[in-house]
DNA sequence: AATTACATGTAAGCGGTTACATGATTGT
DNA sequence: ACAATCATGTAACCGCTTACATGTAATT
């Protein structure tokens, strides 16, 4: 249901386009939230067309379809907004890996908990430069409620990015006082 | 591969078990960092049989079997800590609604952030009644860093919960001043 | 005797990944 | 001519969920 959604916002907030376009829409915008290939995206929009949640408004060259929002699909993304619990089964490699983690030695452990670190540290730069080429961005269409489509997101996963690494940086000083 | 490794880690830590009793410790201690039901395992448990991962040590009563980790099982299980980057797909169904959440108007934006909260609270208070609990139960075989067994991914999911709770609020308080 | 908890498995189906396959257009 | 990019699709496979299916032991 998601990946649908997904491609309902994008088709909301950019207008129409086709499943090249929203697959490249995805490795751009959406990829720090939610993740998928084109092999996985044309044949949703081929379901979702035949359930009436999107339209095939044009066809171009090299047989280039283009994708457009119905009302029905329109309805269907604001329903699931106000009323889906997002209760995503919890299933996070790195807590995981935490979990884990008092199962080595000292030793390696601190080994583990520094790739963790630099893995972070990484993801966290990524998601500032976002942040800073944002400000540049147009106001697409779509948004009502003032703030850019995207935005709160990138807030979000800035924040726990952050915390992971504060963590990680905890856990290694802790850990490393006793080793 | 993680369902695998968390089955592992189980087994080092508690001993030997059923697929039964792994299938509770899931639904007790692993359930926050990942999920699995007993139909997921009990096929796991035969393939990592067949690889030679774990044994059955025992056979009990009700066709119970007792798997016990072997050699190869520790090894396998300690090179994947060591050395696997968490790259677990990002697909996180409350930033993807975060991302999504600006093309309602304000007043929904601020109905479903008020869900999103809520959520967040039952989970904290969840997780922190957990963190209470821990200060009284055994320390199990196997733990080697002198951290107790899942502390460090409690400490982890409480912070990002928090964090998460943090941005709901800030979140909240920042469309309100709009609407 | 009936219910609950123990205990194991299988099957259908969905969502997702990787790889395969094909062809048109544009730029060098 | 060749390469890169555009553009769409299919197939095999894996992980996971839900539901089906079966039977035993302990409790009330």
Known sequence: MSLRMAL???????????GYDLAKS????VAHVWQAGHSQIYPELAKM???GLVTVEAE??????????????????????ISHDPTGPARNEVALQAFL????????????????????ERKL??????????HASPVPEGAT?????????LDLGIRQTRTTLAWANDTIAAIGRRA
């Open 60 to 81: 171009g060259a090299r047989g280039r379809k283009i994708y457009a929002i119905t009302p029905e699909g329109g309805a269907e993304l604001r329903a699931w907004l």
């Open 49 to 51: 067309t035949a359930d």
């Open 125 to 134: 730069a990524e998601l500032e430069a976002l942040h800073a080429v944002k």
């Open 145 to 153: 409620t003032g703030v850019r489509f995207g935005n709160l997101a």
């Open 8 to 18: 309902l916002g994008l088709l909301t907030a950019y207008g129409p386009a086709s």
């Open 26 to 29: 995805f490795e751009r915008s």
């Open 101 to 120: 983690l008092p199962l080595l030695d000292p030793g390696e452990a601190l080994a583990v908990l520094e790739r963790l670190r630099a893995y972070t």
